[in-house]
C-alpha cells in the first residue's frame, strides 16, 4: 500500500524560506505525477504546484517566481521550495500524487497527512 510523507513544514518569518519534502513508499508502483496544494483557514483547497503532461509546471499564480517544485526519481520523492515566504502563504501544505500499482494497473490518487507552514513575524 502506497504512502505519501510529507515533511519540511514549520514557522517562517516573512522574506524566510522552506523546503517541503513528500516521499512515496510501499508496494510495486509507478508515479505519474506528484504535486502540491495548499489549504488555508476559511479556505478551499487550492493547486500550488503540480506538473502537466507537457513536461512544465503548472505554478499558482500567487507564487509564481517564488516557488519551485523538484523531483528525485530514484528516492520518490517531490520537493516544494518556498523562498520569500509571505504571511499569505500561510497554509497546510499537501502533496498528491497518481500512481499506478504495477499488479493490477489500477491508477489512484493519493494526499499526503500535510504540514502546516505559518509565515509571521
Known amino acids: 500500500q502506497v504512502q505519501l510523507v510529507e515533511s519540511g513544514g514549520g514557522l517562517v518569518q516573512p522574506g524566510g524560506s522552506l523546503r517541503l519534502s513528500c516521499a512515496a513508499s510501499?508496494?510495486?508502483?509507478?508515479?505519474?505525477?506528484m504535486g502540491w496544494y495548499r489549504q488555508a483557514p476559511g479556505k478551499q483547497r487550492e493547486l500550488v504546484a503540480a506538473?502537466?503532461?507537457?513536461?512544465?509546471?503548472n505554478y499558482a499564480d500567487s507564487v509564481k517566481g517564488r516557488f519551485t517544485i523538484s523531483r528525485d526519481n530514484a528516492k520518490n520523492t517531490v520537493y516544494l521550495q518556498m523562498n520569500s515566504l509571505k504571511p499569505e502563504d500561510t497554509a497546510v501544505y499537501y502533496c498528491?500524487?497518481?500512481?499506478?500499482?504495477?499488479?493490477?494497473?489500477?491508477?489512484?490518487?493519493?494526499w499526503g497527512q500535510g504540514t502546516q507552514v505559518t509565515v509571521s513575524s
Open positions: 506538473p502537466t503532461r507537457g513536461g512544465s509546471t
Open positions: 510501499g508496494g510495486a508502483f509507478s508515479i505519474y505525477a
Open positions: 498528491k500524487a497518481e500512481i499506478q500499482n504495477l499488479f493490477t494497473s489500477i491508477i489512484q490518487h493519493y
